[in-house]
């Protein structure tokens, strides 16, 4: 595969705040690849550098092995689908969409005819003539696609732009922009906060945090073996708990030792475990290698989400069964549930649920990073 | 829930009570005065002989017969059209710098191009008087730094700087507020999709600045074309416009010729205003 973008040490601070640090990211041709993280981590901020909206203070860009650091927006090979669409509303949609062709003086043969091509792929064929502030967020979205790959940009940049569309419309356009995306050719570079999101569409997903890269990986990687707590945490739930790695394939944490598929940490080194909440089965209590009270039970429709009381520490458990509130259980971990990973600095800030709500959670991550 | 309704909009019509009240008493009733007097003669007779002198009424000057006041209204839209045209290629700009600059900053800087408003007309005219003056502080100025001094007062110039002076502020607020609530990401998009830095001020600043520009152009045309004592004062009463003869018949008693010339101004305004808000139309349907 052929390398298209190359960030090497980037670093960028906004009124002395660091907001990258020491970032390197490689970016292939025809490859689907998500910056994922919450507000403030430095992705919009990538995402911007590479556009040419951003010098970087520090490190260098490559554009297919030539820095072009120093080149303006308008000479660069790449083009940007803004979060809130930036459609110009005094043209109308054909006029939106044949605007770059426009700034090349090209023939009026050569505009219709792109415009249509591109209309087609976007699935807007008929709405030439309608103004840009008359159609619905989806629609409004899909010109402003058509409008960034009708130059056939090398790479298209999209600064999350699902976040304001609607739950049904957003899963719609997930498979669209992943159908246009095959389709093109082009790579794509996407920024999300939504986990999901960027599992369900990404070939590679990029995981930041505080301005640093922490994974890099694909969707399954990054799920199955996240490299630290905030990693894991991230990237949908998990309980992570302090462990002690006996030996290869033994790990001791809640007061007990486990078989795991893990190797090649210290003898006894502290390490943190992660264990996924669909990954753990609920047993008799006098079966289970752990026990614990449960003292919550969500119903989720799919599933229960619990959350069960195990020597102080709450853990949450996705399951099918129903058991009650105050009810005592026992817990059964299969040996390849088990996920070790280093210490870190992240280290015990997540994977606890004692203070768990679903609202928090989601008031924490609303609304986009409009100060970044 | 039908009856709220009624209601509401009962009470939303008679929430415009008061100032359809106003706009009769102070907009429509004065307007059919002008009007009624422009039509009428001295005893109150239907005449257009008022209009008529309008158009046809010559005088002499430098030796030629011309018609005294369409020589007068030509000379008035010329100076108006000036004034407006340096006003706009003057304030745009700072508009568009205005816009951009710190929020604080913005307010400063509004601040200060509004102060010369809460000051008289009169005295802002009589400031410049003292500024242009041969033996003014301008001429003063060139003379301390050993550079020939320029005659400016009681020329056409003098006019004009006085009128740019005066509605300066017009032309920028309307540019600013418009263009300081411009969404910037449209910019960015437009450097995005191929733009330079001037095809982005041509392609998309400049359309979208357009209302602003045009209530611009009207709140500095119209003051400025109907204007008086300006030109009395700075063109030391060598350039008769048309507010200078509306207020001198006036003066001489003359009230239904003067209300005659401020009709036929009127009139001419309203059919530019109109032609011009067509023209933004179009450009916006684009």
């Known amino acids: 595969m052929r390398k298209i973008i190359e960030l090497k040490n980037v670093s960028k601070s906004f009124d002395g705040q660091k907001v990258l640090d020491n970032v390197s990211l490689d970016i292939y041709d025809n490859e689907f690849l998500t910056l994922l993280g919450p507000s403030g981590c430095g992705k ?16 260098q860009l490559f554009f297919l092995g030539e820095d072009i650091v120093a080149l303006p927006p308008h000479k660069r090979n790449v083009n940007t689908v803004f979060q809130r669409y930036a459609l110009f509303p005094h043209l109308n949609v054909f006029e939106n969409i044949a605007f770059p062709l426009r700034e090349k003086k090209a023939p009026q043969d050569e505009v219709r005819g792109k415009v249509e091509e591109m209309l087609r792929l976007v699935a807007l064929t008929g709405f030439e003539k309608r103004s840009v502030t008359s159609l619905s967020g989806g629609q409004q979205q899909r010109v402003a696609i058509a409008r960034a790959l009708i130059s056939h ?3 298209l940049l999209l600064d999350e732009p699902l976040a304001a569309l609607d739950l049904k419309l957003r899963k719609d356009m997930q498979q669209e922009l992943k159908n246009i995306q095959k389709a093109t050719g082009i790579t794509f570079v996407f920024v999300t ?6 599992l369900s569409m990404s070939d590679t997903v990029v995981v930041m945090s505080e301005g640093r890269i922490q994974q890099i990986g694909t969707p399954i990687d990054i799920y199955n073996e996240p490299k630290n707590a905030f990693v894991a945490d991230f990237i949908g739930e998990s309980n992570i708990v302090n462990g002690v790695m006996l030996r290869d394939r033994l790990v001791r944490f809640s007061g007990r030792d486990f078989p795991c598929v893990d190797e090649g940490f210290g003898k006894n080194e502290q390490v943190d475990v992660v264990i996924r909440p669909e990954d753990v089965d609920i047993v008799p209590e006098d079966r289970g290698a752990l026990r614990g009270t449960v003292t919550g039970v969500t119903f989720l429709g799919v599933h229960y989400e619990i959350i069960v009381d195990i020597a102080g520490f709450k853990w949450m458990i996705q ?5 009650d509130v105050d009810e005592h259980i026992g817990l059964s971990i299969d040996p390849d549930a088990i996920h070790i990973m280093k210490k870190s600095e992240y280290s015990g800030m997540f994977g606890d649920y004692s203070s768990f709500s679903n609202e928090f ?12 | 829930m039908r009856e709220n309704k009624d209601n509401l909009a009962v009470a939303r019509r008679a929430a415009l009570g008061p100032y359809g009240l106003w706009a009769l008493l102070f907009i429509l009733v004065p307007l059919a005065f002008v009007a009624y007097y422009a039509f009428t003669d001295n005893d109150f007779h239907f005449t257009t002989a008022n209009i008529a002198r309008f158009f046809t009424a010559t005088s002499v000057v430098d030796g030629a017969v011309t018609h005294t006041y369409l020589l007068i209204f030509w000379r008035s839209l010329k100076l108006a059209l000036i004034s407006t045209l340096v006003c706009f290629l003057m304030g745009y700009p700072i508009a568009y710098i205005l816009s951009r600059a710190p929020l604080r900053l913005q307010k400063v800087l509004i601040t200060l191009i509004m102060i010369p408003m809460w000051m008289n007309f009169l005295i802002r005219t009589y400031a410049w008087m003292t500024i242009l003056q041969d033996t003014g502080i301008l001429n003063g100025l060139l003379r301390a730094l050993h550079l020939k001094p320029v005659h400016i007062i009681g020329t056409e110039g003098a006019v004009v700087i006085g009128m740019v002076y005066d509605y300066f502020p017009y032309m920028i607020l309307p540019i600013y507020s418009i263009m300081a609530k411009m969404d910037r990401k449209l910019e960015e998009a437009a450097r995005d999709l191929g733009c330079n830095s001037f095809g982005v001020l041509r392609r998309v600043i400049f359309p979208l600045s357009l209302p602003g520009v045009i209530s611009g152009i009207t709140m500095v045309l119209i003051p400025s074309i109907s204007t008086f004592y300006i030109s009395q004062k700075l063109g030391n009463g060598k350039f008769y416009l048309i507010g200078d003869a509306i207020e001198g018949q006036y003066v001489a008693n003359n009230l239904h010729f003067a209300a005659a010339i401020a009709f036929i101004l009127m009139v001419i305004l309203l059919i530019a205003m109109a032609l011009m808000q067509r023209y933004a139309n179009s450009k916006a349907a684009v």
């Open chain 1, 44 to 59: 919009t901020t990538t995402l911007r550098i590479i556009a040419g909206f951003e010098q970087p203070d520090e490190g």
């Open chain 1, 361 to 372: 959670d989601e008031l924490s991550d609303a609304e986009s990073e409009a100060d970044e």
């Open chain 1, 153 to 155: 940009p090398k790479v």
């Open chain 1, 319 to 323: 399951t099918t069964d129903f058991v």
């Open chain 1, 193 to 198: 906060h939504d986990q999901e999101e960027a």
